[in-house]
Every structure is written in structure tokens, then in C-alpha cells.
Nanobody, 125 residues
């Protein structure tokens, strides 16, 4: 099983960037796909999640209204569209997968079964 994150890079504050997470090795139909991020010296934090089954989405307050998660079942790929980027969005972004859509555990790192390798997004002022 592999999750391959891509799309990171350098972007100016106020700009946009789209990340992709390509999943392979199994069917993720019944899984929840999420994005986390980790800034230097900080813990990994939850960003957003989407249910493959229902298309339901869930966002951290810090990105609500600016970030959008979406999925393409045919390509087994999840996207993170990031708009109105701020310098504090600078981090390594990871995609992850877990079973069971539960809001209470969505942000818990240890509940995830699979992780991608991360892609760095740097937002300059």
C-alpha cells in the first residue's frame, strides 16, 4: 500500500497551490483520506478529511474557507486545493488513510493506517 503526495513548492502569501495524494496497492473505497501538516518544531496537525464513500468532508478551523479537499475515485487520488495561503501554512503536508468516519478521532495521528511521505509547502511573505 502506498500513498504518494506531491505538489508542494514555494508560493507567495495570498497565492494558491494544489496538492495531490495518489493511492495504490488496495481499494480505499471504505476509507477516510486526510491531510495533515507539520511545521518545523511543531507537532503534526490535522488539516482536513474526506470520506471516499459519502464525500463528506471535515476541516480544521484554521483552514476552513481557504482549503478544499476533493477526491477522484477513478484515479484513486485525493486533492487539497489551498487558496489564500498564509506564511503560517508553511509545513510538510502528509496524506493519510484510515477506516471509520468518526469526527472525534479524525485528528488523532495514531488512528491512521497508512501515511504518505510528505510534500513541503513554503509560503513566503
Amino acid at each position: 500500500v502506498q500513498l504518494q503526495a506531491s505538489g508542494g513548492g514555494l508560493v507567495q502569501a495570498g497565492g494558491s497551490r494544489r496538492l495531490s495524494c495518489a493511492a495504490s496497492g488496495r481499494t480505499f473505497t471504505n476509507y477516510v483520506m486526510s491531510w495533515f501538516r507539520q511545521a518545523p518544531g511543531r507537532e503534526r496537525e490535522f488539516v482536513t478529511a474526506i470520506s471516499w464513500n459519502s464525500g463528506s468532508t471535515y476541516y480544521a478551523d484554521s483552514v476552513k474557507g481557504r482549503f478544499t479537499i476533493s477526491g477522484d475515485n477513478a484515479k484513486n487520488t485525493v486533492y487539497l486545493q489551498m487558496n489564500s495561503l498564509k506564511t503560517e501554512d508553511t509545513a510538510v503536508y502528509y496524506c493519510a488513510a484510515k477506516r471509520n468516519w468518526r469526527i472525534a478521532t479524525m485528528a488523532l495521528v495514531d488512528r491512521y493506517d497508512y501515511w504518505g511521505q510528505g510534500t513541503l509547502v513554503t509560503v513566503s511573505s
